[in-house]
T-cell receptor, first 116, second 111 residues
Framework: EPEVTQTPSHQVTQMGQEVILRCVPISNHLYFYWYRQILGQKVEFLVSFYNNEISEKSEIFDDQFSVERPDGSNFTLKIRSTKLEDSAMYFC??????????????FGDGTRLSIL | SQQGEEDPQALSIQEGENATMNCSYK?????LQWYRQNSGRGLVHLILIRSNEREKHSGRLRVTLDTSKKSSSLLITASRAADTASYFCPFMDTGRRALTFGSGTRLQVQP
C-alpha cells in the first residue's frame, strides 16, 4: 500500500539555524499538509497546499515557515530561523482530490525536530 | 472549541474485551473521520463516515454517527494488545481540509 515518507526521522539543530523537513506524499494525491505535535500536546494543523500554492494556513504558520513542492514528488517545510519552541514532531500528510474534503488524509511517521 | 472532543480521556481494558470511545462536535459536518496514533508514530486513518450514514463497519471497527446529537462512537471488538494507541475524531470545518484534533482517547489493552 502506498505511504507517505518523511526524512529525516530525527533532526537536531541549533537555535537560529534553518531547517528543511522533507516529505514524499502518495504519488497520485493532490493535497498536501503539514501538522506538528509538541510533546504531550495535541496535533496542530500548520498548512495545506494544493496546485502549487498554500490553500489554508494556521496562526502558527508565520513568516518563519514556508512550504515548497520543488519537483513532482517532494514536499518540504522550511523553518527559517528556528526557536526552542519549534521543537516538536512534524507530520506530513496527503490526500486525494474530492469535494468537501471527503478523502482521508494519509500521514507519514513524522520528523522529530529538536532545537538546542 | 469546534474540535471533535473524545471521551473518555483514557480507557484500560483486557484483551478480548470491547472498547467504546465517543466523540462530540459542535457544528454541522459533511463527514467524520477516526484516526489512531501509536506512541511516537504518525496518525493512521481508520474509517470515514458521511453525514448521511448512521453506521459503518471495517473489520473489528464499528462507527456510529448521530447528527441530531452531534456525536459519534467507535467500537473496537475483541480488542488486542496491538490496539493500544490514542484514538481521535478530528474536526473538519465545512469547505476546509484542515483537521483540528482533540486530546484523544488513550486506549490501553492489557494482554
Amino acid at each position: 500500500e502506498p505511504e507517505v515518507t518523511q526524512t529525516p526521522s530525527h533532526q537536531v539543530t541549533q537555535m537560529g539555524q534553518e531547517v528543511i523537513l522533507r516529505c514524499v506524499p502518495i504519488s497520485n494525491h493532490l493535497y498536501f499538509y503539514w501538522y506538528r505535535q509538541i510533546l504531550g500536546q495535541k496535533v496542530e494543523f500548520l498548512v495545506s497546499f494544493y496546485n502549487n500554492e498554500i490553500s489554508e494556513k494556521s496562526e502558527i504558520f508565520d513568516d518563519q515557515f514556508s512550504v515548497e513542492r520543488p519537483d513532482g514528488s517532494n514536499f518540504t517545510l522550511k523553518i527559517r530561523s528556528t526557536k526552542l519552541e519549534d521543537s516538536a514532531m512534524y507530520f506530513c500528510a496527503s490526500s486525494g482530490s474530492s469535494g468537501q474534503g471527503g478523502q482521508p488524509q494519509h500521514f507519514g511517521d513524522g520528523t522529530r525536530l529538536s532545537i538546542l | 472549541s469546534q474540535q471533535g472532543e473524545e471521551d473518555p480521556q483514557a480507557l484500560s481494558i483486557q484483551e478480548g474485551e470491547n472498547a467504546t470511545m465517543n466523540c462530540s462536535y459542535k457544528t454541522s459536518i459533511n463527514n467524520l473521520q477516526w484516526y489512531r496514533q501509536n506512541s511516537g508514530r504518525g496518525l493512521v486513518h481508520l474509517i470515514l463516515i458521511r453525514s448521511n450514514e448512521r453506521e459503518k463497519h471495517s473489520g473489528r471497527l464499528r462507527v456510529t454517527l448521530d447528527t441530531s446529537k452531534k456525536s459519534s462512537s467507535l467500537l473496537i471488538t475483541a480488542s488486542r494488545a496491538a490496539d493500544t494507541a490514542s484514538y481521535f475524531c478530528p474536526f473538519m470545518d465545512t469547505g476546509r481540509r484542515a483537521l483540528t484534533f482533540g486530546s484523544g482517547t488513550r486506549l490501553q489493552v492489557q494482554p
